[in-house]
């Protein structure tokens, strides 16, 4: 197994649906985080866990909803999506929550609103 | 607000040059920088980083250079390769901080 899962790799979903995208990290990492990666835009933070307690929201809205049961496993459950929703959803870990270390990235979610 | 930038959105270099893409970053307590590469399809992968204990730290074919006085970062890549075709990126975190912040991305194509 790679360092950081991610499943799916692409998603399609209408306004109304309801769907998660998972997170799994195999390197006993404490920290996992949730970025967004649009086009032409740095990779934006949304949500970071640091042994499985939500440390940081970064004003993402309510139609996102993250979900950390354990260190290994991240959720992103999404619902009533907007079309600008639209990009790549990468998550990552890292051996301890903060700024002063690498991140393991996924390959990521290809998440596509209609 | 903090920022990283990176100077050029894209660069076009012949294989066996030397590549040299440049960052800046705005908020003087970052003490931590790193350089990302991410090809299509996928994840970004790590390539090199650097504290600011240090002013130089090199890899294989890579190198990292910080300028904390100026706030700038570079990363050079010697002998271009076009498997070395790929979006980079910089970004800087702080042990105070939460997370890593990222810079916007330079696109690096090589033509052999």
């Known amino acids: 197994e790679t360092g950081v899962t991610q499943t799916p790799r692409h998603l399609v979903m209408g306004m109304t649906n309801k769907k998660s995208l998972k997170c799994e990290q195999h390197l006993g990492h404490n920290a996992m985080y949730w970025y967004k990666q649009s086009a032409k835009k740095p990779l934006e933070l949304m949500f970071v866990?640091?042994?499985?307690?939500?440390?940081e929201n970064n004003s993402v809205p309510s139609r996102f909803s993250p979900e950390c049961p354990n260190s290994s496993h991240l959720f992103l459950h999404l619902h009533t999506l907007q079309p600008e929703d639209s990009a790549l959803y990468l998550c990552?870990?890292?051996?301890?929550?903060?700024?002063?270390?690498?991140?393991?990235f996924g390959e990521g979610s290809r998440l596509t609103v209609l | 607000g903090e920022s990283v930038g990176l100077h050029l959105p894209t660069l076009s270099v012949q294989e066996g040059d030397n590549s040299i893409i440049n960052c800046a970053y705005s908020?003087?307590?970052?003490?931590?920088f790193i350089w990302y590469k991410q090809e299509s399809g996928k994840g970004p992968q790590f390539i090199i980083d650097i504290r600011s204990n240090m002013d130089k730290r090199q890899g294989q074919r890579v190198t990292v250079l910080l300028n904390k006085t100026v706030k700038h970062l570079s990363l050079q890549i010697a002998a271009t390769q076009p498997g070395d075709s790929a979006v980079y990126f910089c970004?800087?975190?702080?042990?105070?901080?939460?997370?890593?912040?990222f810079g916007k991305g330079t696109t690096l194509s090589v033509s052999s």
């Open positions: 908020n003087s307590a970052s003490d931590y």
């Open positions: 866990y640091s042994l499985e307690e939500r440390v």
């Open positions: 970004a800087t975190g702080s042990q105070a901080g939460t997370a890593l912040i």
């Open positions: 990552a870990s890292s051996q301890m929550w903060g700024g002063a270390g690498e991140l393991f």
